[in-house]
């Protein structure tokens, strides 16, 4: 499974991805952590899944091996590149 800190707030990855053409198709709290922020984001009509999570100023995102769908793992590379971040 790969994972990688994002430099930019949920918020911002969030805005990017759904400006990418992206919808949410869930969204909860991670199991264990309080007050954390978890979405399931892909493109619709195609297979494929990006998770975004947040939790105590920490921005990652995952994708699971057979969720790949031929383009997340590029694009969770592409944002992990990206640095938004400020002060």
């Known amino acids: 499974m790969l994972e990688l800190e994002l430099n930019m707030t949920a918020n911002e990855a969030l805005a990017d991805l759904r400006q990418r053409g992206l919808v949410v198709r869930s969204e909860r709290e991670l199991a264990r952590r309080a007050g954390s922020h978890h979405s399931h984001l892909g493109f619709p009509g195609r297979a494929g899944t990006i998770e975004l999570s947040e939790w105590k100023c920490r ?8 969720r ?20």
């Open 68 to 87: 790949d769908g031929g383009w997340a793992t590029a694009l969770a590379h592409e944002l992990s590149s990206e640095d938004r971040r400020t002060g």
């Open 59 to 66: 921005v990652w995102v995952k994708v699971h091996p057979r």
